[in-house]
């Protein structure tokens, strides 16, 4: 049983250790160096504990440098069809937010992204992309002008997360709403 977990462990430690540098590279700006080693965990150890999470920062890569969204969709509908059930599942659905939103503004668009946010909620509660999802929903909101709504969503990541990243994030983004909607008295105390 012993040797049984043992080569369990050593079978993780390449992927992890290929996923990591990965990770070095993309920090450091390397993109192709780094894509490189995310698709080596993908291609080459796929039941990997870290396969999902390659995926999911190839499809960040996709659409926050690249700004490609028919490979960040890709990517997003492979890591949801492959690995619904894991750890990056739940940022796969707010990237798959992101790109409607980053398509259009109809209402058939916003109303895809804020579903795709909602879901993370409701499959995935207490996960960390709990709040970014009701940041972005907040933001597509935002942009089509439907301040009420957008207020409610960034008030609530900021009063249920108040120590997440995403609560400051939504703190701004509530003041920036305000002043949108000619309420810039308002807009003060949300950003202080």
Known sequence: ???????????EDLPRRQ??????????????????DFQAVI?????SQVADNALLQVAMYHLDVAHDLSATQAAV?????????????PMAHVLGGRVSMA????????????????????LFPGNEAVPAAGYFAGEALR???RYEDALQRYRRVSSAYPGSPWAARANLAAGYCLVQADRAAAALPEVQ
Do not use: C, H, I, W
């Not at 049983?1 to 079978?11: D, K, N």
């Not at 291609?43 to 039941?47: G, R």
């Not at 259009?104 to 409701?122: C, P």
């Open 1 to 11: 049983v012993l040797t049984g977990v043992l080569r369990a462990q050593s079978s």
């Open 103 to 122: 398509r259009g503004r109809s209402a058939s668009e916003v109303d895809a992204a804020v579903a795709s946010f909602e879901r993370v909620e409701r």
């Open 77 to 89: 509908d492979q890591l949801l069809k492959t690995y619904p059930d894991t750890d990056s599942a």
């Open 19 to 36: 996923y990591e540098s990965g990770l070095t590279f993309m920090n450091g700006q390397r993109y192709n160096e780094a894509l490189k």
């Open 43 to 47: 291609d080459s150890f796929p039941k």
């Open 143 to 145: 942009l089509v002008r």
